[in-house]
């Protein structure tokens, strides 16, 4: 039986027990919380698009201005420990919602597979799959913008490549560790960004 403290933080901690370190690193850099959606007051539907929040950079799939993303997008959410649960927008393969959820996660995350690449070979990020950025668009034709695939998983995220595991292990426990050690007291919950119109 694995001893509790040789568990990654992620299957010992709670979203909550997470320090700011270990809460930033479980973001796994795909941008799809990026994306602008749609929610339907009538029916609370979700429903996602390609255009991409104006600070997300396409190729990275990451905020261009991650520290003031709040005062530069008025409509970018908060993630929290407590909100969580109640985001119905996110992922399924968000980190954040695995981890509330009590799941694992995937190989593709760069916390398991030790490399911020894995998650864009397995085609989950929105890398190459924006097809509009909002400030370059009214927001009235946004609904013409409506796609599925951020809603769904690529066959190649569902199992990793033979060697992808053995060559990343190393890496792992030292991406692991930075996280940890980077940040032992502060607790604040990171800021993800979402239109619902």
């Known amino acids: 039986m694995t001893d509790a403290d040789d568990r990654p933080f992620w299957k010992r901690k709670t979203l909550a027990q997470m320090s700011k370190a270990e809460w930033e690193s479980l973001c796994d850099g795909c941008g799809r919380c990026c994306l602008n959606k749609i929610e339907y007051e009538d029916t609370g539907e979700i ?3 390609d255009v991409g929040c104006r600070l997300l950079d396409g190729e990275t799939c990451r905020c261009r201005d991650y520290p003031n993303r709040n005062a530069r997008v008025k409509n970018c959410d908060r993630l929290t420990a407590r909100n969580i649960s109640r985001l119905n927008w996110l992922p399924s393969t968000c980190g954040y919602r ?4 009590g799941r694992d996660l995937y190989w593709w ?3 398991v597979s030790g490399d911020p690449e894995t998650v864009h070979a397995a085609g989950i990020s929105v890398r190459g799959r924006v097809g509009l950025f909002e400030h370059r668009m009214g927001e009235e034709d946004l609904e013409d913008r409506i796609v599925d695939w951020p809603t ?3 066959r190649r995220a569902l199992r990793p490549p033979r060697n992808a595991l053995s060559r990343s292990a190393p890496v792992k426990q030292s ?3 930075q996280a940890a050690a980077e ?3 502060s607790d604040r919950p990171a800021k993800r960004r979402s239109r619902k119109t």
């Open 98 to 101: 695995l981890v509330d959820e």
């Open 152 to 154: 769904k998983i690529p």
């Open 175 to 177: 991406t692991q560790r």
């Open 109 to 111: 995350h760069p916390l």
């Open 183 to 185: 940040s032992k007291r």
């Open 47 to 49: 429903a996602y698009t």
